[in-house]
């Protein structure tokens, strides 16, 4: 009587499915391999077991550099809704909609959020967050409720996200940084200085000098890993850093750091992207929370 049930072509492997899922939602082996807690050449492997058993290629092009092929691309939607949904399934009957899973980038956890969450903590004491690291170019994360970064205007459309701060950028220096530079001007000092740059965020001088219409005529980079050690290393009188007022505004408020140019708004904006799902009262409460906070911040200063 079981005879059907078995019939056409056995499905693949589900931990080869994830890593295929993983692999082509975050583009890259080395990325998949963290969230799902495994070598980036397990992920590796399965991906290839899958195609074996698929008679299909799923990616192709140079190791380094590899995209989806038609095949993999159609594959990609519908096992990204699945995973979500069984994600968001367990997650609900585990926590019964108390527990908030919450990834978000470094940078913006270590300087904006987590210094606020004992505010959202009184308010809802009855929510468990839960905090877990977005890597630096992903919008989503597997079984995330909400996942907070820096967003341009664009993707706040098409990801459906809620806006929490809007962004503007300038560059920051330390008063200890102007006087050994130049004495009193910040402005030649900034243009000066060594240039602190964030290997997250690679174009930010870039980008600043493309709204200012201003170059830096610094002859060294100070390379660093997250914007927030940027904005730590511009504390410590290390450089100048050109940093999102989200990061730099607290320092900026208190006199730590000058900001002699101003920031320009460039339309993004710390954003709340949905997670899978229909959203939870604690994913309600929460978004609500983020934009409560967003609208505390003082407003940047205007470019000069």
């Known amino acids: 009587m079981f005879e059907n049930l078995t019939s056409g072509a056995a499905l693949p492997s ?29 992920v590796s492997r399965q991906v290839k077991a899958l195609e074996a058993q698929m008679g299909v290629r799923l990616f192709e092009g140079p190791r380094h550099a590899l995209t989806l092929t038609r095949a993999g691309r159609d594959l990609l939607p519908g096992l990204t809704a699945a995973f979500d949904g069984l994600a968001a399934a367990v997650a609900r009957a ?9 990834a978000v980038n470094a940078s913006l956890s270590v300087k904006w959020l987590i210094p606020r969450l004992a505010d959202f903590g009184r308010l809802h004491p ?6 877990v690291e977005l890597a630096p170019h992903a919008v989503s994360r597997r079984g995330a409720d909400v996942v907070l970064r ?17 962004n503007a950028v300038g560059p920051v220096i330390a ?15 900034v243009l000066n200085a060594p240039r602190l ?27 660093v890993a997250h914007l927030h050690f940027a904005l730590d290393a511009a504390l410590a009188g290390w450089g100048a850093a050109v940093l999102p007022w989200a990061l730099a505004a607290e320092a900026v408020a208190d006199g730590r750091l000058l900001a002699p140019f101003g920031f320009h708004a460039d339309g993004g904006a710390v954003a709340a992207i949905p997670g899978a799902g229909e ?10 929370w983020l934009v409560d906070q967003g609208r505390a911040m003082p407003a940047a200063p205007i470019p000069n």
Request: cysteine-free; overall charge positive.
């Open 94 to 102: 585990r926590s019964e909609g108390q527990d908030l899973h919450v």
């Open 175 to 189: 008063p200890s940084l102007v006087g050994a530079l130049t004495g009193n001007d910040p402005r030649a000092a």
């Open 197 to 223: 740059v964030a290997r997250t965020h690679l174009s930010g001088w870039k980008d600043w000098s493309a709204f200012s219409g201003r170059q830096s005529v610094a002859a060294s980079e100070r390379p």
């Open 150 to 166: 820096l967003l341009d205007p664009d993707r706040i459309e098409t990801l459906h996200a809620e806006r929490i701060i809007p």
């Open 279 to 288: 959203a939870s009262r604690a994913r309600r409460a929460f978004v609500r």
């Open 126 to 131: 009855e929510i468990r967050v839960h905090l």
């Open 14 to 42: 589900l931990n080869a499915l994830r890593a295929f899922e993983a692999m082509a939602r975050t583009g890259s082996a080395t990325l998949a391999g963290a969230e799902l807690n495994v070598t980036h050449s397990a």
